[in-house]
């Protein structure tokens, strides 16, 4: 299974952008996936998960801002980010959920500047 972010960069606070992540080598559709994140000098901590059907659930500091989606025609996961802030700052990773690929890739890079 090869998992691939993509989308970071960098935005100013207040700004918005959007991740992708592709996944190959699976059965993308009956997959649960979550997008992770490592800030500075953190571990890696879980932002959000999105169900086989689409429901989703996300951390107290992200929610009203950040929105996951997926695309299973595409074997595509999202994550829609507004109002970002400097302590979004981190590598975004994504996985399955609970069924976590290992080794994880090199993620995406998100910086926020104040």
């Known amino acids: 299974v090869q998992l691939q972010a993509s989308g970071g960069g960098l935005v100013q606070a207040g700004g918005s952008l959007r991740l992708s992540c592709e996944v190959r080598g699976t059965i993308f559709s009956i997959k649960p996936m979550a997008w992770y994140r490592q800030g500075p000098g953190k571990q890696r901590e879980f932002v959000g998960l999105i169900s086989t059907k689409g429901g989703t659930t996300y951390v107290d500091p992200v929610k009203g801002r950040f929105t996951i989606s997926r695309d299973n025609a595409k074997n595509t996961m999202y994550l829609q980010m507004d109002n970002l802030k400097p302590e979004d700052t981190a590598v975004y990773f994504c996985?399955?959920?609970?069924?976590?690929?290992?080794?994880w890739g090199p993620g995406t890079q998100v910086t926020v500047s104040s």
């Open positions: 996985n399955i959920w609970r069924a976590p690929v290992d080794p």
